[in-house]
């Protein structure tokens, strides 16, 4: 039984048949889509590049044709972990031997007035998408509420559609809490020379709006941004109430171990609702990245199937704005040094994180040698020659042996 037919979900009932798992799978969504994914939703889908066919996991009839029963548009409201069953909102009990939850997790919404006005939209869904391209076009005034991966992703789609758009950022510069200052630095540039504005170090007080309609963002430096609708972009926030009310032990996400196993065992959980360890960083992290609800979904799959769980994989993300493709892998946390490879004005370039000598993470910007080697050297774990590091004359392979 699997609850939450997303990423994740649609992900490791393909992976448990491919491990072999002969028994019934159901897969409950209640989204109305099958399982689709939600990159291209501030990217591609957005700017009108991509079809919805292009957005599914996989065909539609392939569910039916692998035996998964593919249960959309009901929501799981309680688990009787004594039993072994999954509630649904429709009333009817499913029974389980193994349980996945897969359920995500939502936009975090903005604790202020005027939240709730037409035109203050979010972004995690086809629908929400549906919604925010309804509005974009030529001269909308889009506020962005947060400088992070999606609110930079929706500035240059808007600005691609010829909308104006105005980024608003508490932190003193975009991407705080997940990149580095050179990094930052590169894409408020990038961002800027494409006419994006920037409000950063901003607190919101208030949405205001006119009959009803958002029109403007209230600072609390008593600036108004002046706007025809609102992104915000502020986090999301792990759906484990379901989680929660069952019992299964839980923190900001439903903890899980290296199988994604839960504190029930007959109960796993996968994707962005879990709070996984991280055996390289030595320490626990919600990730929320395509790569992680897959490597779950095989430790889930592996678990389940009687198979040896697969060795940790170095957590990696993307981003696409305008032509630029950035590749991250590990984290750029607890890093005592900071080098460039390369050249931030040329457009590609790579930040490699340093701890002790040895890469933790790295963000590269159009550089994908620099992104595969450095995902090798942050599994290695090794001192790294710092000088080749840095010299674009030695060729990464090169870095690595
Ligand atoms: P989801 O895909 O959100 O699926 C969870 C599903 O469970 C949802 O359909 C939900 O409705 C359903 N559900 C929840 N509760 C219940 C319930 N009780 N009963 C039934 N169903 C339920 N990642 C990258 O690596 N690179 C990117 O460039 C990138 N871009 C992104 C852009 C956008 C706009 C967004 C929103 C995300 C992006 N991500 C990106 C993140 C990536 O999409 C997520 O990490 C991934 O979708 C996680 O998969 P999931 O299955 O855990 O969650």
């Given at each position: 039984?699997?609850?939450?037919?997303?990423?994740?979900?649609?992900?490791?009932?393909?992976?448990?048949?491919?491990?072999?798992?002969?028994?019934?799978?159901?897969?409950?969504?209640?989204?109305?889509?099958?399982?689709?994914?939600?990159?291209?939703?501030?990217?591609?889908?957005?700017?009108?590049?991509?079809?919805?066919?292009?957005?599914?996991?996989?065909?539609?009839?392939?569910?039916?044709?692998?035996?998964?029963?593919?249960?959309?548009?009901?929501?799981?409201?309680?688990?009787?972990?004594?039993?072994?069953?999954?509630?649904?909102?429709?009333?009817?009990?499913?029974?389980?031997?193994?349980?996945?939850?897969?359920?995500?997790?939502?936009?975090?919404?903005?604790?202020?007035?005027?939240?709730?006005?037409?035109?203050?939209?979010?972004?995690?869904?086809?629908?929400?998408?549906?919604?925010?391209?309804?509005?974009?076009?030529?001269?909308?005034?889009?506020?962005?509420?947060?400088?992070?991966?999606?609110?930079?992703?929706?500035?240059?789609?808007?600005?691609?559609?010829?909308?104006?758009?105005?980024?608003?950022?508490?932190?003193?510069?975009?991407?705080?809490?997940?990149?580095?200052?050179?990094?930052?630095?590169?894409?408020?540039?990038?961002?800027?020379?494409?006419?994006?504005?920037?409000?950063?170090?901003?607190?919101?007080?208030?949405?205001?709006?006119?009959?009803?309609?958002?029109?403007?963002?209230?600072?609390?430096d008593g600036n108004v941004i002046a706007c025809d609708a609102?992104?915000?972009?502020?986090?999301?926030?792990?759906?484990?109430?379901?989680?929660?009310?069952?019992?299964?032990?839980?923190?900001?996400?439903?903890?899980?171990?290296?199988?994604?196993?839960?504190?029930?065992?007959?109960?796993?959980?996968?994707?962005?609702?879990?709070?996984?360890?991280?055996?390289?960083?030595?320490?626990?992290?919600?990730?929320?990245?395509?790569?992680?609800?897959?490597?779950?979904?095989?430790?889930?799959?592996?678990?389940?199937?009687?198979?040896?769980?697969?060795?940790?994989?170095?957590?990696?993300?993307?981003?696409?704005?305008?032509?630029?493709?950035?590749?991250?892998?590990?984290?750029?946390?607890?890093?005592?040094?900071?080098?460039?490879?390369?050249?931030?004005?040329?457009?590609?370039?790579?930040?490699?994180?340093?701890?002790?000598?040895?890469?933790?993470?790295?963000?590269?910007?159009?550089?994908?040698?620099?992104?595969?080697?450095?995902?090798?050297?942050?599994?290695?774990?090794?001192?790294?020659?710092?000088?080749?590091?840095?010299?674009?004359?030695?060729?990464?392979?090169?870095?690595?042996?």
């Amino acid at each position: 039984m699997i609850v939450g037919a997303g990423h994740a979900g649609g992900a490791v009932a393909a992976q448990l048949r491919q491990f072999g798992f002969a028994g019934p799978i159901t897969l409950v969504g209640e989204e109305a889509y099958p399982p689709y994914q939600r990159p291209p939703l501030s990217k591609a889908w957005l700017k009108g590049e991509a079809g919805s066919e292009t957005l599914l996991l996989r065909p539609a009839d392939y569910y039916a044709g692998a035996g998964i029963e593919l249960r959309l548009g009901a929501t799981a409201t309680a688990l009787d972990r004594e039993g072994r069953a999954v509630q649904l909102s429709d009333g009817s009990v499913y029974p389980y031997d193994s349980l996945i939850l897969a359920c995500g997790a939502r936009p975090r919404t903005l604790p202020v007035p005027g939240a709730g006005l037409d035109g203050v939209l979010a972004l995690r869904s086809i629908a929400d998408a549906d919604r925010l391209k309804a509005v974009l076009r030529p001269g909308l005034r889009l506020a962005i509420i947060g400088g992070g991966y999606i609110g930079l992703e929706v500035a240059a789609s808007a600005r691609h559609l010829g909308a104006e758009a105005t980024v608003i950022e508490r932190e003193s510069r975009l991407l705080a809490r997940v990149a580095c200052p050179e990094l930052s630095a590169f894409y408020a540039d990038t961002h800027t020379a494409r006419g994006v504005r920037f409000v950063l170090g901003a607190g919101v007080e208030a949405l205001t709006g006119t009959a009803g309609q958002v029109c403007g963002v209230a600072l609390s430096d008593g600036n108004v941004i002046a706007c025809d609708a609102v992104l915000v972009g502020v986090g999301a926030q792990p759906n484990d109430e379901l989680a929660q009310a069952a019992g299964l032990a839980c923190d900001s996400g439903v903890v899980v171990d290296l199988e994604a196993r839960t504190s029930d065992p007959a109960i796993f959980a996968i994707g962005d609702m879990t709070r996984r360890p991280l055996p390289l960083y030595g320490c626990t992290w919600r990730l929320e990245s395509v790569p992680n609800a897959l490597e779950q979904g095989k430790q889930a799959a592996a678990a389940i199937t009687g198979r040896p769980a697969p060795a940790p994989e170095v957590p990696w993300f993307w981003s696409d704005q305008y032509e630029f493709k950035l590749q991250i892998a590990g984290l750029p946390i607890a890093a005592d040094q900071v080098l460039i490879r390369g050249n931030a004005g040329s457009g590609r370039f790579a930040a490699f994180h340093l701890r002790s000598g040895a890469v933790v993470a790295v963000e590269a910007v159009n550089a994908p040698q620099e992104f595969m080697a450095g995902k090798l050297l942050i599994a290695s774990q090794k001192p790294v020659d710092v000088a080749q590091l840095v010299d674009t004359g030695v060729p990464m392979k090169e870095v690595v042996a």
